[in-house]
């Protein structure tokens, strides 16, 4: 009779961690005070996990900016550059994952990138030639003390080292397999610190086997784990996986001398059906993934208890647990004080999912038939509003509603004369720096001390003096700023029929960032105008093009939380159609150029590539096409893409026939510029010259170098020039150097042309 969860949330209810850690970069709290406030909320996260009743305390999930870091640094994995800072541990830390500018010292952050399908996003792992793999701090260890002077049954969790070497990057001769053997030890150095622990379990997290395997790839999973395991330990181990099967590797896995495997049976397709016909090992525990740890909504325990009963093992050797971390849900329902009760009751958050865990195993194990009655009348109940309208106009949809004319190359040649632009034209992604008084009016307003006429006064000379900064500073095609976006889903979401808001439900996005994702909770239309207003104003002030902007339907679907009475395909292909009432009324008003921003197109990408297609790109690209297939062929149409690994699904991007493309480029050093060239990519494309993500000003000679670097590969005609993503979250003051920077490399470039 067991309850697990793989982890839990850690920015606090009210983002406490946020805060703090932007104090401590700021200056304005020290070490010891930051550390305090981190220590305060495990204890709390551990005492809500008590006082649930769940099983094992989860300790290890915590992290001042990500997991993926935090063990780089502990098994010495940081790249010389951070060293020679001689800053102290914590600061060498942040270095790597902010980037370092202080007293002439300048050093990049590290990559960041997407953590599988979800919007959380690690660091890459550095490994150079160099590079000595050895145990080398011990927050793990004091972690687990604390917890264990409060708690009895307590676990701990580490990403295990396959992922470790799957998602790092090599910069020397040395590869993967070279690290291996030091990589072993230091965790078999790990193992023998624990065991001077009363450790229940240690969860070490392979999520990576879930991605296709090669032959290679399975030969240096069992290797690692043969000799890891010789190592003795008091403590059981449990090899925990997440988002997907283990279908290539499951044979193995049952070998091995795991005490436990997690499985994740929800986005595990074929989990259920591997465990069914291989069967599963009397001699480890299986903790079954069935609570769903990345939605917002009750599970059914109907269902829940059906699926378990399925499971080919005996009520000892079964742990009931969530299908991966609550980090991707937001803390607490409670919190949302405003939101309609006939809402709230089908919504479950971290601390409501630990209630669900703690009713299905009173269910399952102990027959408690009255929870699951209960739990099925707010099933029977559910009642999503709809649209009848909406659903005719999806299934009315022709193959020809999706396809855009005339063809690209000829666009392009009537684009290019209609806006007559300088070559290597400079932009950027859309928002400028949502300073103080932007956020200070923005809540004024929100709590009625300002009014509309007042609100929208303050937004408009917002937009006057950004847009007069950028035709001084020189730029080519012009943005308004979104000053009037807290963010770029929920505002499109906010002006949507079809989606409800929470007030605290914030999830981690990276780092100290997090974001707050709306919920689709009936069908999805255009209520009103939304960016119309605003973006004739913005064009009204200048003669320069000013882009209109709005974000895409797979990015809408992607960062909110979905509904699942119906198929994404379905939910995504209405938001579309919403989408493109907003194109062509932007294109009616005489905005010339609209940015489709696709953010996020990339992030739910299936984990197999034999699914890209049939589970995913199949309805994402014609939702994409159905948005702009209606515009004029002189309307030029751009889209943006974030963090994108998008080397591999190069031709589904220009299939989404865009005219425009630009892309964060920066951090992954821009090694997608030879992918481009390789698919003779035809969009034009503005590669991201400087990362925005890290608050570090690049120099016009960098950037110019990065130009240079760019135009060896691309032909110049199709190239743009732009920061990697929008500037909101950066200060003004950087903000206006790094852009004057990029202009005048820019110019440098074009006069060598
Ligand atoms: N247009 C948005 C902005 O500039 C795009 C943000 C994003 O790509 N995440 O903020
Ligand atoms: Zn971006």
Redesign the pocket.
Known sequence: MSTNIIGFPRIGENRELKRATEKYWKGEIDQDQLNDIADGLKDKNWQKQAESGLTWIATGDFSYFDNLLDLANLLNIIPKRYKDLKLNPLDTYFAQARGYQSEGKSVKALPLKKWFNTNYHYLVPEFDDDTEVRLAGDTLFQDLTKALKKHKNVKTSLIGPFTLLKLGHFSGEKQARNFAPAVVAAYKDIFKKLNEHQLAWLQIDEPAIVFDLSDDDRALFKEIYKDLLSEKHNFKVNLQTYFGDVRDIYDDLIELDFDGLGLDFLEGKESLDIVGKKGFPADKVLFAGVLNGKNIWRNNYTATINLLKKLPVTEDNLVISTSCSLLHVPYNVDNETELASDIKQHLSFAYQKLNELNDLNAIYFDGHKDKLDENQKVFDNIQHPADTAVQKRVQDLKDSDFVRSPERAKREVLQKKRFNLPELPTT????FPQTKDVRENRSRFRKGEINREQYQEFIDEKIKRIIKWQEEAGFDVL?HG?YE?ND?VEYFGENLAGFVFTKKAWVQSYGSRAVKPPIIWGDVSRKHPISVATSTYAQSLTDKPVKG?L?GPVTIFNWSFPREDISPKESVTQIALAIQDEVLDLEKHGIAII?I?E?ALREKLPLRKTDWYSQYLDWAVPAFKLVHSRVQPETQIHT???YSEFNDIIPAIDALDADVISFEASRSDLSIIDELKKNHFETEVGPGVYDIHSPRIPSTDEIHGIIQKILAKLPVDKVWVNPD????TRGEAETFASLENLVSATKQTRAEL
């Open positions: 950027t992604i859309g928002s943005v979104e976006r770029m902007m974000t940015q921003d953010a943006h893409m974030c993503c929008g500037l909101k």
